[in-house]
Each structure stands twice: as C-alpha cells, then as structure tokens.
T-cell receptor, first 118, second 112 residues
C-alpha cells in the first residue's frame, strides 16, 4: 500500500515553455502533498507543501508564480513550472502523507520527474 | 552551519564488512529522525525511523543521541545490494507541516 505515482517520469522541453507534473496517491487519500527538488549531488530541498483544497505554502526562495501548485483532490497534486529555463532543470519529487501527525505522518515518495530544459 | 550534515563518502567496503554512518543536526527542536536510502536517479525510500532508545532492523541498527544531536546508522554484513546513498533526515514540527530536512547523503559502495 501507500503508492505514489508521478507523471511524466522525464521531460525535455524548450526554454520558455511550461511543464506540468502530476503526483497521485494511488491507494490512499493524501491530505498533504509535498514537492521537492534535487540538483545533482545535492540534498532534496522542499519547495512547497500543499493541503487539499487550500493554497500551497512555499518555502523561502521559491517563486510561487513560477511554480504553480494545485491540490484539487485528495489523490492529485500538480506542479506547473511556468516559462521554464535551463536553471530549472532538476529532479522533481513529490511525496504524500495521509494524516497529520500520529501513525500517518510518514511521507511516501513518488518516483520523481527528471526535467531538462534546453 | 548546515541543518543536517553527513560525510558524503564514498565509503568503499567489501562484502560482509560492517560500516557506520554518522549524521549531526543543528536544530534542537527536531522531533523525528529517519534514515532513507536513495539509489542512483531514483526517489528516496524510507529505510528506518530512529528512536531515542536505538532500534534495529535486521542488519541495520540506528542510534540517536539527542544531547549531542547525533544520529548513526550501522550496517552489518554488507551486501552488494546495499550500495546506495544513505540520507539522514530530520523532521521538525511547527513551520511547514511535516517538513523533512534532508542531508546530502553518504554514498556507500559495496564491492565483491
């Protein structure tokens, strides 16, 4: 149980285009979803936290107008990288948790989306 | 000072060896602690949680020293399949809900 999927698994796009990444919890309802980014040989960095039906909370230094997050249902969150540039090339990983605190605090990670902007 | 610090390695060990990784964290308010493993170009996967009393899961033993803000992972009888990057992770309560702070990871390579 507790499977999280991401789509697409990789994407190559031209500079200036927008890219949408989907994150789905397949067998549980995710009250909270998290978006991370990992550059080569760097640690995962939290970009934003989203709760179903409310606005995402962005970490300091992450542009909310550039990285649009929508968490419209308990099983789906999307991250849209608007007007992507080469410096946005990275490994984007989502995670989901089913409950706030207690036994459900474990975050389950999706397989990640590798973005390359040319 | 970085929030979670790890020796990046790599640790190159023969099969069957015992290897230990250390990690320090800077925020004394950290509440939960974990070791994740990340294979090349893959997502991190939870290896084990770390409890104050220390805990063991098969060949893996984790220890936590809150006073020193120090976490360790011991792997006994290393297997080739243990080759990966091991991420030390702490979780803060307050601020962003469920915020996990990841270390950069320690790379382990187990050789035949």
């Amino acid at each position: 149980g507790a499977v999280v999927s991401q789509h697409p698994s990789w994407v190559i796009c031209k500079s200036g285009t927008s890219v949408k990444i989907e994150c789905r919890s397949l067998d549980f309802q995710a009250t909270t979803m998290f978006w991370y980014r990992q550059f080569p040989k760097q640690s995962l960095m939290l970009m934003a936290t989203s709760n179903e039906g409310s606005k995402a909370t962005y970490e300091q230094g992450v542009e909310k107008d550039k990285f649009l997050i929508n968490h419209a249902s308990l099983t789906l969150s999307t991250l849209t990288v608007t007007s992507a540039h080469p410096e946005d090339s990275s490994f984007y990983i989502c995670s989901a948790s089913g409950l706030a605190g207690g036994l459900g605090e474990t975050q389950y990670f999706g397989p990640g989306t590798r973005l390359l902007v040319l | 000072r970085k929030e979670v610090e790890q020796d990046p390695g790599p640790f190159n060990v023969p099969e069957g060896a015992t290897v230990a990784f250390n990690c320090t964290y800077s925020n004394s308010a950290s509440q939960s602690f974990f070791w994740y493993r990340q294979d090349c170009r893959k997502e991190p996967k939870l290896l084990m949680s770390v409890y104050s009393s220390g805990n063991e899961d098969g060949r893996f033993t984790a220890q936590l020293n809150r006073a020193s803000q120090y976490i360790s992972l011991l792997i006994r009888d290393s297997k080739l399949s243990d080759s990966a990057t091991y991420l030390c992770v702490v979780k803060l309560y307050g601020g962003s809900q469920g915020n996990l702070i990841f270390g950069k990871g320690t790379k382990l390579s187990v050789k035949p």
